[in-house]
Nanobody, 123 residues
């Protein structure tokens, strides 16, 4: 019954911006820690950003600090990942995930996952 659905992926030029959405059902995001992760074929999934409103916990991977920003729209039960100044190395499948109290912003700490959305940065 829990469902997370990502959207907003696509192709963008280097230096461009893109905003991903993660719509949740079956759970209330304001009671959850939400994470954004990405994965490149052949590489491990990595945590990009995680945030918990209730706990005041915020994390951004060093390589995306200042470029990526996560936000929540509680009324819509949706979270967003605003990505700017995109680089070739940002190309990946991006996933949103949810967990009530994860031990860190790492994939193994999260229970609920979306299907992912492809982001491709190319010139």
């Amino acid at each position: 019954q829990v469902q997370l659905v990502e959207s907003g992926g696509g192709s963008v030029q280097p230096g461009g911006s893109l905003t991903l959405s993660c719509a949740a059902s079956g759970l209330t995001l304001d009671h959850e820690t939400i994470g954004w992760f990405r994965q490149v074929p052949g590489k491990e999934r990595e945590g990009i950003s995680c945030i918990s409103i209730s706990d005041g916990y915020t994390y951004y991977k060093d390589s995306v600090k200042g470029r990526f920003s996560m936000s929540k729209d509680i009324a819509k039960n949706t979270v967003y990942l605003r990505m700017s100044s995109l680089k070739f190395e940002d190309t990946a499948v991006y996933y949103c995930a949810s967990e009530q109290l994860p031990y860190g912003c790492t994939p193994g700490a999260f229970r609920w996952w979306g299907q992912g959305t492809q982001v491709t940065v190319s010139s």
